[in-house]
């Protein structure tokens, strides 16, 4: 670890902080060992009595021995909060979003993270590809209740191909995991023509060998920018060529709900948009364990949205206006058509950014919501979705809210993705 991990500051009543401990203190070691990460202080600050090595803003070394009979966080933040950098990905994916990217963009966007810690505080989807044996004994070791794993192919020379890394037999690592109990979620970017077919047939197989430890895949179509000079030409889905995926995966489902209790596979709601077809049901969705890799969000908005309708019926407010993304319009629509309040304008934004066969509503800028809604009628309020924008509430173009705003001339209400919070949006309580 070097020279340990400074400390940013420790939460009010915390253990942390009745032991002394403070801003701009370092912690050196816990229970004698070195801490390299912010999963190894979790595990080894896990027992009843723990031993801290603190270096204090004075440069004096204390030796702190804390009593945590409640097995409680001990208040601790710290100025990196993985205590060392995220881990970049090694791979040079054909279907990479990040080097679809336009150039010009802030810093952060462009950097590729295959990091297990992210993946198991935060969900990212990781390949296992830059995992040495150390790595795996250490998240086996301290017992990862789960990660998210970015699987495509199941045949190591396909993934290979995929992710252009000689490194990519995953199956045989992914079992060492199940072995030791933990989780996993599966990801396929369904690539046309390279992992689909037969070769999906092989993946899911594979993986529903591994059930329940594996406890869901997702199949989720390539996202194609206009930004792909001199990569690996990728062919998008069609209507036709989403409508066989959707079936071969429909069957897949139908056989494994009857031998494992589960559908365990399941489609980005991208692939029934682009097929024409009606996205199922929320019961077909079971746990939604995918729905924030977008399985199961149409599904989930529309039952939500019902609820609310059906618990407090209310007045459709007046001079509401609504953005979203092109795939999501129509259902939006549906929606506040069923408040029989015809007032209510849904704009779908073509994304000019990436290019237009970008459909999704996260993806979309400042910059394409100005143009696409200039000299639009936006009434009072326009309400936009929270996946367009950052933590900090800034769009992919680093456009603000504020500055949107300006330009259209109209108050902006953004909203999570839930359809309860549409409802009450689109009412007068």
């Known amino acids: 670890m070097g020279t340990g991990a400074l400390i940013k500051s420790t939460a009010e009543g915390s253990i942390a902080r009745e032991a002394g401990i403070e801003k701009g203190d370092t912690l050196l070691s816990v229970n004698g060992q070195e801490v390299s990460d912010i999963l190894l202080y979790r595990f080894l600050t896990s027992d009843e009595t723990v031993e801290l090595e603190i270096q204090k803003k004075d440069g004096t070394i204390e030796i702190i021995e804390v009593y945590n009979e409640d097995y409680e966080d001990l208040g601790i933040e710290f100025e990196n909060e993985l205590i060392d950098n995220p881990r970049p990905c090694r791979n040079k994916c054909i279907f990479c979003f990040v080097d679809q990217l336009p150039k010009g963009m802030r810093k952060t966007l462009y950097f590729k993270d295959d990091d297990f810690r992210l993946s198991a505080l935060m969900g990212n989807y990781i390949t296992l590809t830059n995992l040495s044996d150390t790595d795996i004994e250490n998240i086996i070791k301290m017992r990862l209740p789960r990660i998210n794993v970015s699987v495509h192919a199941a045949d190591p020379k396909v993934r290979s191909f995929m992710l252009g890394n000689k490194n990519s037999d995953v199956i045989p ?15 396929i970017v369904l690539c046309r023509g390279i992992n689909d077919g037969d070769r999906l047939d092989e993946t899911i197989n594979e993986l529903s060998k591994l059930y329940p430890s594996v406890q869901s895949v997702s199949v989720v179509p390539v996202g194609l920018t206009k930004h792909r000079l001199g990569l690996t030409d990728l062919t998008p889905y069609d209507e036709n060529s989403a409508r066989e995926v959707i ?11 009857k031998e494992l209790g589960s559908r365990f596979v399941f489609l980005a709601d991208e692939f029934y948009m682009r097929a024409g077809m009606p996205v199922p049901d929320y019961s077909y969705y079971e746990d939604f364990l995918q729905i924030e890799n977008g399985v199961g969000l149409v599904a989930a908005l529309k039952e939500e949205f019902y609820q609310a309708l059906k618990s407090r019926p209310a007045t459709p407010a007046k001079g509401i206006s609504i953005a979203t993304g092109v795939d999501a319009a129509p259902v939006i629509k549906s929606l506040a058509d069923m408040l029989g309040n015809n007032e209510i ?9 990436f290019g237009e066969s ?3 509503t996260g993806l979309i800028t400042g910059r394409d919501l100005i143009d696409g809604l200039a000299g639009k009628s936006l009434g009072d309020t326009l309400v936009i979705a929270r996946c367009m924008l950052n933590s900090d509430g800034v769009f992919l173009d680093d456009l603000t809210v504020e500055d949107v705003q300006n330009a259209l001339g109209v108050k902006i209400k953004v909203l999570e993705n839930n359809g309860a919070e549409l409802y009450s949006a689109l009412t007068i309580n």
């Open 173 to 187: 690592v992914m079992k060492r995991f199940a072995k030791a109990g933990t989780a996993m979620n599966c990801q």
């Open 247 to 257: 079936s071969r995966v429909w069957s897949h489902g139908e056989r494994l709900v």
């Open 345 to 353: 304008k849904v704009y779908p934004i073509k994304n000019k950014f």
């Open 358 to 360: 970008i459909t999704v």
